[in-house]
């Protein structure tokens, strides 16, 4: 299993742009094979922090959709990418899952 998950900072008068832009690639990514998770959300106490949360089976299925392949548009969009002033988002592998 793969979980992708950090933070992405925008201008604050710009986030709720941002997550709109992003809400086609968000429906396109649940629906993606191999998709079990997919969230861009809105930070409650940073104005400009938009919390990343993805849960994937694999790395092929990740690979699969950020290459277009998978439904992704990726960052074609105008103005989502250059929107990001700030990034730190993460892949890690997991090997084993159990109930909290």
């Known amino acids: ?58 790395d092929a299925h990740v690979e699969k959709f950020r290459s277009g392949e998978g439904g992704s548009p990726g960052d074609s969009e105008p103005g989502r990418a250059a929107a990001v002033l700030d990034a730190d988002v993460r892949k890690y592998r997991i090997s084993g899952v159990e109930a909290a």
């Open 1 to 58: 299993m793969i979980i992708v998950s950090g933070r992405l900072h925008v201008a604050p008068d710009a986030r709720e742009a941002y997550l709109s832009a992003c809400e086609g690639v968000v429906e396109q990514a649940r629906k993606a094979p191999g998709c079990l998770d997919f969230v861009l959300s809105a930070d409650r106490l940073e104005p400009g922090r938009i919390n990343v949360y993805e849960r994937w089976e694999s």
